[in-house]
């Protein structure tokens, strides 16, 4: 079978994950890995048997690899990704794929220049109850969507944030819960509510020791005249989210992993202006939805990745359409950091000022050491 040859930018808790992971994917093949540190990728080349590199250039440059996984800290996804686009490799991004969105907008433009694959490593969208709820919202089950919410806290210990002295700084991460752990959430709510054209949202550093925010609440207002509502953190346990898409035709939920849909008989706008009685309301019918039975997480991706380069599979998550969440999450921090609202399209020069001065003025963080542990539900989200 031919295998597309993967190189591995980054190895700490999550490229060391996906190299373990490679191994169950038929169509891939590991055959370079690379960190700053060489006692990060060390072990890699001696169980794998695989080529370890100091330098990202000189792995993308070697010869050794189709195609790039980077699973570095974030400011370094688009200068990687970047370079090896016009090197001809394909690029699977971790997420964020930038940490903001004038570097995501180029990450975007350089793979459409270039024609490579490009995929940003959201593996939720790879979940049976996502899938179907996306089918439900392509088929217009809903209808017209006249309001959203999202609530997806997302629990961390200040151990956490002790363990790198990348984590939880403006210099070093480009923000908090917003820019790490939310994404993935974002990514799913962007890609079934859509994209809003205005946020206001407050920002606030409660629980943890750290300079970037460890909680958001945030008000939505979408091109349609639709509104909604958005809250992560990292200071809440148990951390089920909840996702709520309101429409004329049905309501869509999903909770603790569950797909609840309900069709509506007649369409509430046709209904409130049609029915001659007082206390009436159009008939809701509790839907059972199909779920598909399908390969799931990181593998689902990294298989999906390579199938996109070897036959032209259509791509479960696209880097273009990561540029979703960086938008999304920079229009967040903004608006909470000048306490007003802050349109879509982002000003991306605007952003770009904003988060310099914060870089600037960012304290340095030292820790006693750096702990390089992948996440334990990394195989199976």
Not at 65 to 86: E, W
Not at 172 to 200: C, K, Y
Not at 286 to 294: A, I, K, S
Request: glycine share 8%.
């Amino acid at each position: 079978m031919e295998k597309v040859r993967i190189g591995v930018i980054g190895t700490g808790g999550m490229g060391t994950g996906h190299c373990d992971t490679m191994q169950d994917v038929e169509e891939v093949q590991l055959t370079a890995v690379c960190d700053v540190d060489e006692e990060a990728y060390k072990p890699l080349v001696e169980k794998y048997g695989v080529e370890g590199f100091e330098d990202y250039r000189e792995l993308i440059d070697s010869g050794l690899a189709d195609a790039v996984i980077v699973a570095t800290p974030h400011y370094d996804h688009p200068p990687i990704s970047i370079y090896a686009m016009k090197k001809g490799l394909h690029v699977l991004s971790e997420k964020p794929i930038a940490v903001t969105v004038k570097a995501a907008d180029e990450m975007a433009r350089t793979a459409e220049e270039t024609g490579v694959k490009f995929a940003v490593m959201y593996q939720r969208r790879s979940l049976p109850v996502y899938q179907a709820a996306r089918r439900l919202v392509e088929e217009g089950r809903l209808g017209e969507i006249y309001r959203t919410c999202f609530v997806d806290p997302n629990f961390r210990t200040q151990t956490y944030y002790n363990s790198a002295g990348w984590r939880a700084t403006w210099r070093g991460e480009g923000g908090g819960v917003m820019i790490n752990q939310a994404p993935h959430g974002i990514d799913l709510f962007m890609w079934l509510g859509g994209l809003p054209s205005r946020v206001t949202a407050w920002t606030r550093t409660k629980l943890h020791d750290i300079e970037v925010e460890d909680e958001v609440h945030a008000i939505l207002d979408y091109p349609n005249g639709a509104r909604g509502y958005y809250y992560t953190s990292t200071i809440e346990h148990p951390g089920e989210s909840y996702m709520e898409l309101c429409g004329d035709r049905g309501k869509l939920v999903i909770r603790d992993g569950k797909l609840h849909f309900w069709e509506l008989e007649v369409p509430v706008s046709e209904f409130a202006r049609t029915s001659k009685e007082m206390w009436a309301s159009p008939k809701a019918t509790p839907v059972e939805v199909p779920l598909e039975e399908r390969e799931t997480g990181h593998k689902a991706i990294i298989r999906n990745f390579a199938r996109s380069i070897l036959y032209d599979e259509p791509l479960i998550s696209p880097g273009v359409e990561g540029v979703w969440s960086v938008e999304f999450l920079n229009a967040v921090i903004l608006s909470g950091a000048k306490g007003e609202p802050v349109d879509i399209p982002l000003d991306r020069e605007e952003y770009e000022r904003f988060l310099e001065e914060k870089r600037r003025t960012s304290r340095e963080k030292k820790v006693e050491r750096t702990l390089r542990i992948t996440d334990p539900r990394h195989v199976r989200r």
